[in-house]
């Protein structure tokens, strides 16, 4: 598949690219982790809402806590996250966690040309797990929980560049 994209490799696999990707995604699971943990306070989301929440919060806490050690000493720190009112109004829920679970799986996908084979494998099971993350909350909101035969993967500059227009992410510069 990726070989279809070859534009979307940055640089030849290595263990420093494998900590730029890695570090990458752990940012994404770090937004993805924390705004799970906010929204599992609001019962006023509704109980399949909340259900979603706290399933996949404790998965991404897991994603979170394998990156952390995959990397050791050289993962990023959490950054400051902020949600606002997001967490706690259901339509802005929905339309949050789908884009920032479509995201997750594209941003995978669009750094797995990028990893050693030793990195690649991590990734490749949390990716299959996002993706599964994806449909569930789009078939919540009553939308195609595929809306394509194949994922669009995003380089490392549009992911970070959607990730920053969600303002989750105070300070984050594509």
């Given at each position: 598949?990726?070989?279809?994209?070859?534009g979307?490799a940055?640089s030849?696999?290595?263990?420093?690219?494998?900590?730029?990707?890695?570090?990458f995604?752990?940012?994404?699971?770090?937004?993805?982790?924390e705004?799970?943990?906010e929204?599992?306070?609001?019962?006023?989301?509704?109980?399949?809402?909340?259900?979603?929440?706290?399933?996949?919060?404790?998965?991404?806490?897991?994603?979170?806590?394998?990156?952390?050690?995959?990397?050791g000493?050289?993962?990023?720190?959490?950054?400051?996250?902020?949600?606002?009112?997001?967490t706690?109004?259901?339509?802005k829920?929905?339309?949050?966690?789908?884009?920032?679970?479509?995201?997750?799986?594209?941003?995978?996908?669009?750094?797995?040309?990028?990893l050693?084979?030793?990195?690649?494998?991590?990734?490749a099971?949390?990716?299959?797990v996002?993706?599964?993350?994806?449909?569930?909350?789009?078939?919540?909101?009553?939308?195609?929980p595929?809306t394509?035969?194949t994922?669009q993967p995003?380089?490392n500059?549009a992911?970070?560049?959607?990730?920053?227009?969600?303002g989750?992410?105070?300070?984050?510069?594509?």
């Amino acid at each position: 598949m990726l070989a279809l994209r070859p534009g979307l490799a940055a640089s030849a696999p290595s263990p420093s690219e494998d900590v730029r990707v890695l570090n990458f995604v752990l940012l994404i699971e770090y937004v993805q982790a924390e705004f799970y943990r906010e929204a599992k306070a609001h019962s006023g989301l509704g109980s399949d809402v909340v259900e979603f929440a706290k399933v996949v919060g404790a998965h991404e806490d897991e994603h979170v806590a394998a990156l952390q050690s995959a990397l050791g000493a050289k993962a990023r720190k959490r950054p400051p996250i902020q949600f606002g009112a997001v967490t706690s109004n259901r339509q802005k829920f929905l339309a949050a966690a789908i884009e920032l679970e479509d995201l997750g799986v594209a941003a995978y996908n669009g750094q797995a040309a990028n990893l050693t084979p030793k990195a690649l494998v991590p990734a490749a099971e949390i990716v299959s797990v996002e993706a599964r993350h994806a449909a569930w909350i789009r078939a919540i909101a009553g939308k195609v929980p595929a809306t394509q035969p194949t994922d669009q993967p995003l380089s490392n500059r549009a992911a970070l560049a959607a990730l920053a227009r969600t303002g989750f992410v105070k300070g984050l510069r594509p």
